[in-house]
């Protein structure tokens, strides 16, 4: 993977709806990186995505608020774990009135 030269399509976690999914009431909330090892000039990655912790809480406006988490692993050639990243979105029960 050449994470320097962008590929064709929408990026692989992208749905169109800002980040939470669904209708326009999602957004993305937080992004963490854990970074293991090195990462070289010449060394290719493999990335692997799966889903994370999914909790809820209540919202004052749009009634519960749904978090995802997604976690991407970046480990390079010979199988070893460089980078994890944890990104998470939150989506809205219902539409929140401006």
Same mark, same amino acid.
């Given at each position: 993977?050449?994470?320097?030269?962008?590929?064709?399509?929408?990026? +692989?976690?992208?749905?169109?709806?800002?980040? /939470?999914?669904?209708? @326009?009431?999602? $957004?993305? %909330? !937080?992004?963490?990186? =854990? &970074?293991?090892?090195?990462?070289?000039?010449?060394?290719?990655?493999?990335?692997?995505?799966? +889903?994370?912790?999914?909790?809820?809480?209540? /919202?004052?406006?749009? @009634?519960?608020? $749904?978090? %995802? !988490?997604?976690?991407? =692993? &970046?480990?390079?050639?010979?199988?070893?774990?460089?980078?994890?990243?944890?990104?998470?979105?939150?989506?809205?029960?219902?539409?929140?009135?401006?």
């Amino acid at each position: 993977l050449d994470l320097t030269r962008p590929r064709k399509g929408p990026p +692989p976690a992208h749905r169109g709806d800002g980040g /939470g999914g669904g209708l @326009g009431r999602g $957004l993305h %909330a !937080e992004q963490h990186y =854990e &970074y293991h090892h090195p990462i070289h000039a010449g060394d290719t990655l493999t990335v692997t995505t799966r +889903p994370g912790n999914s909790w809820e809480k209540q /919202g004052k406006r749009g @009634g519960k608020l $749904l978090f %995802a !988490e997604t976690i991407t =692993e &970046y480990t390079n050639q010979d199988g070893v774990l460089c980078v994890t990243a944890r990104s998470v979105g939150v989506q809205t029960e219902r539409a929140v009135d401006q």
